[in-house]
């Protein structure tokens, strides 16, 4: 085990061993292995999303098993999906990676103002899959935000007792927002710290843009020159609201962009001090022969290997 891994486990202090093994597990797997960086492929999108707006820009992502050769091909940290997605080949890719069940999932068939996540996953379930951990996605600023974080903290002290981690989705969205607050730095760094008090191992948040979204906020950003105009300064602060940096936080890559676009934020995450990516359409939306590439770029990028 690096002196980093080593480091990393140190924060969670609190933890059994069975949890920190799994944390292990996470961070000792892959191209990245032994970093302490993480690129983590999920694929929720299907129930997010849609099938055809997910899958139909390269067909034979409509097959679960491709998702599970895509990350061990790739070598990322570890693979999150909702339940039928693991089911369909945790036994045929068994032990070969990590596994993250998504416990919540929210579909988009109705409109709505103040979203909300239905529980669709269990602790049995990852264990019996053979998970490391499990995924809970809460959305601050939704009307149903404070029973979100009632459900995370129920799961979150299950799964700790079998021994597994804990991954949250912190999303910002509801009527409590403005569309351009949903990425605001102040509420992105908000939206961080309540999922690290809620207990998370993991944090995955937005990249966030330069937007302060609240007033009382604004005063206390301009009084104490807190530096937020680049993508790493705001990277930089989002870390350091997770406890000064002693919790894994990781930024999800949002919808197709460009590569370079993509590179770019990779690189601004990494100066940042953030730990990784978690990555879904942008790779499994192109052929796999592309998407091996562009993650492995990632990588690179992560590891320092590629400027």
């Not at 000792?28 to 690129?39: E, F, M, R, S």
């Not at 990350?71 to 039928?84: H, I, M, R, V």
């Not at 104490?224 to 105009?229: F, K, L, R, T």
Request: glycine share 10%.
């Amino acid at each position: 085990m690096t002196e980093r891994v080593r480091e990393i486990l140190s924060w969670y202090g609190s933890d059994n061993p069975g949890t920190l093994t799994n944390l292990a597990r996470l961070l000792n797997h892959g191209a990245l292995a032994g970093t302490g960086k993480l690129v983590i492929l999920p694929v929720d999108q299907g129930f997010e999303h849609g099938p055809a707006r997910s899958f139909a820009p390269n067909p034979p992502a409509y097959d679960p098993r491709y998702h599970f050769e895509l990350a061990l091909e790739a070598g990322c940290n570890a693979y999150a999906a909702p339940l039928g997605f693991l089911e369909s080949g945790a036994r045929e890719f068994a032990g070969r990676v990590p596994l993250i069940l998504k416990l919540n999932d929210h579909d988009v068939l109705v409109e709505e103002t103040d979203p909300t996540q239905a529980l669709t996953g269990s602790v049995r379930d990852a264990l019996r899959l053979g998970c490391v951990g499990v995924g809970f996605t809460i959305y601050p600023g939704s009307t149903h935000r404070l029973e979100m974080y009632s459900q995370i903290r129920a799961l979150a002290e299950e799964a700790r007792q079998y021994g597994l981690a804990v991954v949250i989705w912190s999303y910002p969205r509801g009527s409590g927002l403005t569309k351009e607050g949903e990425t605001a730095i102040d509420v992105t760094a908000y939206a961080a710290h309540i999922a690290a008090q809620l207990g998370a191992h993991v944090i995955k948040v937005k990249l966030p843009s330069a937007h302060i979204e609240q007033a009382a906020a604004r005063k206390v950003y301009e009084q104490q020159s807190i530096p937020v105009g680049t993508p790493a300064e705001r990277v930089r602060h989002v870390v350091q609201a997770t406890f000064n940096g002693r919790r894994i936080v990781i930024f999800s890559g949002g919808p197709a962009e460009r590569d370079e676009v993509v590179f770019e934020e990779i690189r601004a995450i990494r100066d940042g001090g953030g730990f990784g990516s978690i990555i879904g359409r942008n790779s499994f939306q192109r052929k796999k022969p592309e998407a091996l590439k562009f993650l492995r770029t990632i990588m690179e990028i992560y590891a320092g290997t590629l400027k």
